[in-house]
């Protein structure tokens, strides 16, 4: 298949890095105005932003496959039709992507995709992202009582649980604002989702 990528030069190095891009012919493009008589059979919009204009250009091109990086923002705050996939810095390199769509949507993208994108519910940080921001925010709690520092915290986790980064080492490749926005829509509705004080006091 063909797929139109629009797509940060930092993401451009992990998907040529990834086993599910490379099964397919990549297309990049530096505006998706320019995709109107694009021959592709997917688009993928990684560097989404959820303003009304950026959403009704995309949906010009429906029925094909849209695939945005909204980790945040659930499909009701975006559009129904589209199909929203973590796209976080260091998570376009596995074989698989992470994805959320509605029931019709999600059973066309299956029969095109198959197993290469995982569907979860729709919910804002979908899975792993939510996991990671807990993660770093319980590390941040850590930190602030004094416990450990952030490189202890680091080498802690990856010794202790395998995991390829630390909470800390995530933060620096995702961002902390990223991880910092997923916290704070989720507190919005979980009183679970309390945000550590590590978070506006840099250490």
């Not at 198959?114 to 921001?133: K, M, N, Q, T, Y």
């Not at 802690?156 to 902390?176: D, H, V």
Request: charged share 25%; aromatic share 10%.
């Amino acid at each position: 298949m063909i797929f139109a990528v629009l797509a940060s030069d930092s993401q451009k190095e992990e998907i040529v890095q990834s086993p599910f891009f490379r099964k397919h012919e990549v297309v990049y493009s530096e505006n998706d105005s320019l995709w109107a008589h694009h021959m592709a059979d997917a688009f993928f919009d990684l560097r989404f932003e959820p303003r009304p204009e950026r959403i009704t250009e995309l949906a010009k091109l429906l029925p094909k496959p849209i695939l945005v990086n909204s980790v945040v923002d659930t499909l009701d705050q975006i559009h129904p039709s589209f199909i929203r996939i973590n796209a976080w810095p260091g998570f376009l390199k596995g074989n698989c992507l992470e994805a959320a769509a509605r029931p019709q949507v999600q059973a066309t993208a299956a029969v095109m995709f198959g197993e290469d994108l995982i569907f979860v519910r729709d919910c804002p940080g979908l899975v792993s992202p939510r996991i990671i921001a807990m993660i770093l925010n319980e590390a941040y709690f850590t930190l602030d009582q004094g416990i450990s520092s952030k490189e202890e915290i680091d080498i802690a986790m990856k010794l202790g649980t395998g995991y390829p980064y630390g909470p800390f080492e995530w933060e620096s490749i995702i961002g902390k604002q990223r991880v910092l926005a997923l916290l704070e829509k989720l507190s919005e509705s979980d009183g679970l989702y309390v945000l550590a004080d590590g978070w506006k006091d840099p250490h």
